[in-house]
Structure formats: structure tokens, C-alpha cells
């Protein structure tokens, strides 16, 4: 049972992140039927100012000695620094509470404060999708899946950027307090209590810019014509080249194959029309080149993580008076 949470700040920290951690557990909700948390805000010394990166300062009414028998112990994002620039008497913190038993959970750069405490080494985790090369580069001992909001293994819970912090949260409380708890702060929110998908769907991809020298004329007229049917064998005499020199300088230029990069374009391009029209999916498919709704659905699921139609209900602004 989740009765005691702790979360853990220290400078430069993220006042979003932060804030989402004080609305899903710290937030008195007795009267929703939620039980009420203990819920402690501690920083090194309690009573110390601590900085964040939106020039403001938050003073912590505990020290860290109130981590110590925290249920759970949370970390918002905070500027990414080096791991020895982490404050030590933190990381010991963190790396004693999980010791003991205690859930930790991060939320959108706080993985990096969980990587440098040693905590992430065969560990399945995530953080935003800008970082996950980064945490990588650090931890390469690290589990690291980009496509989802959140990672729960076991008694460490991990998180994309920003907003995926509260589907994490409200999955923690899902699980720690029931269904109904979670529900009940996810209405007084106004946010839904579990997402769809993961966070593959946020990840900005514009349709590229052909740079490619030899194969730039080529790759800008595939793009401009989406909807046609293109063999190999076209394209090489559209480059006039042989087919298997074609395919070797695709693959040299591009990281991929002819049929591979033009099916992510006609995903892109039906990103936009989900997002700026409001063409229905199956004309979005034969715009696209796609051929049918069915065959768009497939492939828009497997490079952005949602069906089309809710990739639109989320993004697109002819449908929220954008």
C-alpha cells in the first residue's frame, strides 16, 4: 500500500515534473475516496532554497533523512548534468532507499539522477525521447525503450518527458491504491487515466529535406508524388543507373532501402494531413499512396505507436478549434 512518498529535489530542477509529482500524490483527495499520502517534499538540507531553471526557488520542508522510510521516493527532471555533478549525499540517498525496498520513480530527465545513483545498470527504463541517446551514452548497461511513456520494473518506475510523468504517476497509484483512486485523480485533473500508445507518436518528425547529392533530385520527386507506384527499376532509370547501383547508393545515402524510406514519407505526409485536414482516414491512405485505410493503419502504427485515428483525436486542430 502506497502511504508515504517522498520526492527528492535538488537545483535546477524542472517545476512542471515537479508539480506533477505534488498533484498525484500530494494533493489531500480523502473526500474522492483516495487514501490520503504522507506526502514529504525533502532536499539536502531542510529549510534550503533550492534553485530551478525558470528563475524562481523552492524551499523544502524536509531534509533527506525523511526519505528513509518513504514507500516511495520520487525524482522530477532537473537540468542533465554530468554524474559526478549530482549532489552525493542524493545519490546515496536513492541507492539506500532502493536498497531497502522502497519504489523509486523518475520523471522525464530524473532518470539521468537514477543513472547517476547506479540504479538503472539491467534495468528496463525510458526517459524523453530527446535523451534517450544521451542516456545511452551514459548507461549503456541500461535497458532503454524510446517508444513508450513509462517504464515499470518493479520498484523502478521511469518516465518520458513531461506529461508522460502523470500517465506514470497515475499508473503507480493504479497499481499501489486501485482503479478507482486512479480514476478519481485523473477526473479532478481533467486528464484521461491511462494513454494510448507511447511516446513514439510525440517524437518530431518533419518530412526531411533530400540532401543526398547524387540521389537528391530522385528523393525529391518520390516525395512529391507519394501516390504513385515506384519500383526500383523506375527509380534507377529516373537516377540512370543500374538497378543493383541504385539500391547500393539508396542504402549508402539514406540508411535504408527505397521501399523502407518511401513508406516512412507516406507516413509523414499522413501525419500532417491527420493533424492540419479533415480528410477522412481512407482518403489520407489514397493521398498518401497507401492504397487503402487498412494498409495505412498498419504501417502508421508500426513507425508512430497509435491508429490514425487517435494520433488524430490527440493532434489534430481542426478537431480541438485550433
Not at 129 to 144: E, G, M, S
Not at 238 to 264: D, I, Q, Y
Not at 276 to 285: G, K
Request: one cysteine or more; glycine letters at 8%; a neutral charge.
Amino acid at each position: 500500500m502506497l502511504r508515504t512518498v517522498a520526492a527528492v529535489v535538488i537545483d535546477q530542477m524542472a517545476p512542471f515534473e515537479f508539480g506533477v509529482l505534488c498533484e498525484v500524490f500530494g494533493v489531500d483527495r480523502t473526500e474522492e475516496g483516495v487514501p490520503k499520502i504522507d506526502f514529504r517534499v525533502c532536499g539536502e538540507s531542510a529549510g534550503k532554497a533550492v534553485q530551478t531553471g525558470v528563475g524562481a526557488t523552492l524551499v523544502p520542508e524536509h531534509g533527506l533523512d525523511r526519505v528513509a522510510d518513504a514507500d516511495l521516493v520520487a525524482v522530477a527532471a532537473a537540468t542533465i548534468r554530468e554524474a559526478d555533478d549530482y549532489p552525493v549525499a542524493v545519490l546515496e540517498t536513492l541507492r539506500e532507499a532502493s536498497a531497502r525496498g522502497a519504489t523509486l520513480i523518475s520523471v522525464c530527465s530524473g532518470a539521468f539522477i537514477l543513472g547517476a545513483a547506479g540504479l538503472l545498470d539491467g534495468r528496463r527504463c525510458t526517459t524523453h525521447w530527446r535523451y534517450v541517446d544521451l542516456l545511452a551514452q551514459r548507461h549503456p548497461k541500461a535497458l532503454i525503450d524510446p517508444d513508450v511513456l513509462f517504464v515499470d520494473d518493479g520498484d523502478i518506475v521511469t518516465s518520458a518527458g513531461t506529461a508522460a510523468g502523470i500517465d506514470a504517476c497515475l499508473y503507480l497509484i493504479r497499481r499501489e491504491q486501485g482503479s478507482a483512486a486512479a480514476t478519481a485523480i485523473a477526473r479532478r485533473m481533467v486528464v484521461p487515466p491511462q494513454r494510448d500508445g507511447g511516446q513514439r507518436q510525440y517524437v518530431d518528425m518533419p518530412i526531411p529535406a533530400c540532401t543526398a547529392d547524387s540521389l537528391s533530385p530522385v528523393l525529391t520527386w518520390m516525395v512529391a508524388n507519394l501516390r504513385t507506384e515506384h519500383s526500383v527499376a523506375a527509380l534507377a532509370r529516373r537516377a540512370s543507373m543500374s538497378e543493383r547501383t541504385f539500391a547500393r547508393r539508396f542504402v549508402a545515402e539514406t540508411g535504408t532501402t527505397p521501399h523502407k524510406w518511401l513508406t516512412t514519407q507516406r507516413v509523414l505526409h499522413a501525419r500532417q494531413l491527420l493533424e492540419e485536414t479533415r480528410l477522412a482516414v481512407e482518403d489520407v491512405a489514397e493521398q498518401c499512396g497507401f492504397g487503402s485505410a487498412a494498409l495505412l493503419r498498419h504501417h502508421f502504427n508500426r513507425v508512430v505507436g497509435v491508429a490514425p485515428k487517435d494520433y488524430r483525436r490527440t493532434f489534430g486542430q481542426v478537431h480541438t478549434g485550433v
